[in-house]
């Protein structure tokens, strides 16, 4: 999820541990699981610090040690006993149970959308996404922002979030279900088992983006409404394009492979050269751009002279990290 959902949800879970007796009845233990849950709610994502080492780094590596199994175990030691440190003896148990709560949250949240996480790091490099909620659900947002509003207003915090969670979880379970449902449509029309086709989540709930791939092109669509609209296709280059070839050897092309499965090689003939783009079709924008990419600016004689990684939202982002015009060549 983003990381204004996260903040609320530790915010949240401070107030459903209430229902623990021990938090409920110990203002200092009460401060303390505020101050941990809201930190464990963000922990995992302080792999951020990655970006320091470049945009490589930050593609390679956001969502994945840190939201692994290993890491799951620490963070929670980790968070309370520095908080513990900082405010003084609490029970330490109960200030660890609710810690560990909030960084499992955040991870099984983030499992929910499709950008995904290497939980299952380092058994397995894999990326884990369920394709279930986009990345800023607004109906979860609503809902614990709300109960913060009703818990500020003074409603018990203990029952009100109990509620709020049993919410969030029939929000999860009725969207998974909706999803496995519209999968089963969505392949049906396409009406070729080979086709590996895989179906996303938008920010508007009645809305999905499909993803269909045939080993020789990408159709991207969407669904709504039960009506499926393709909105691009994606031809694949050959597998032995010179231009592909030379520019997947790049460390940042080399990046992005390994983080998606959904990167597509697109070629563009560029002033005094090629360009090689490797864009990740599950996030397209309403333009039809794809922000994440991987470019790499080869000369006539095929040596790489430019490359780019990262989240770049325009066209001319793009082409000015390449070093090339803003208009595009002809």
């Known amino acids: 999820m983003d990381t204004l959902t996260h903040a609320v949800m530790g915010m949240t879970l401070a107030g459903l541990a209430r229902l623990d007796p021990m938090v409920a009845e110990d203002p200092s ?42 890491a799951l175990l620490a963070w929670p030691w ?12 609490v029970p330490f148990w109960h200030l660890l149970g609710w810690t560990s709560v909030a960084v499992f949250v955040h991870a099984f949240t983030d499992l929910l959308n499709s950008y995904g996480t290497q939980v299952l790091w380092p058994f397995s490099r894999r990326w884990v996404a369920w394709h279930v909620l986009p990345i800023f659900d607004p109906v979860l947002f609503a809902l614990h922002v709300l ?13 009100l979030f109990a509620a709020v969670y049993a919410a969030t979880a029939a929000w999860g379970a009725i969207r998974w279900a909706v999803r496995r449902r519209v ?9 070729d088992p080979r086709t590996d086709t895989t179906v996303l989540p938008t920010f508007f709930p009645a809305t999905w983006n499909v993803i269909a791939d045939d080993g020789q092109a990408v159709r991207v669509g969407t669904w709504r409404d039960g009506r499926l609209t393709w909105r691009d296709v994606l031809t694949r280059p050959p ?28 070629v563009h003939p560029v002033a005094g050269g090629t360009e090689v ?3 990740d079709v599950r ?38 990290k390449l070093g090339l015009p803003n208009t595009p060549d002809a």
């Open 283 to 320: 996030f397209r924008a309403a333009d039809g751009h794809y922000p994440l990419v991987a470019a790499v600016y080869l000369d006539r004689n095929g040596r790489v002279k430019q490359a780019a990684i990262g989240w770049m939202y325009r066209e001319s982002h793009v082409r000015k």
């Open 183 to 191: 999968a089963r449509s969505i392949r049906r029309a396409i009406g």
């Open 147 to 159: 109960g913060l509003v009703l818990w500020a207003m003074g409603v018990p915090p203990g029952p």
């Open 29 to 70: 233990l009460a401060t303390a699981v505020l101050l941990a849950t809201t930190i464990g709610s963000q922990a995992p994502d302080f792999d951020g610090l990655v970006r320091l080492g470049g945009p490589a780094a930050y593609v390679r590596y956001h969502r994945g040690p840190t939201h692994s199994l290993p």
């Open 277 to 279: 783009r490797w864009v």
């Open 78 to 89: 980790l968070i309370a006993g520095g908080v513990e440190l900082l405010l003084g003896p």
């Open 239 to 266: 597998h032995d394009h010179p231009a592909v070839r030379e520019a997947r050897m790049h460390p940042y092309v080399q990046a992005l492979l390994s983080f998606t499965r959904y990167a597509v090689p697109r």
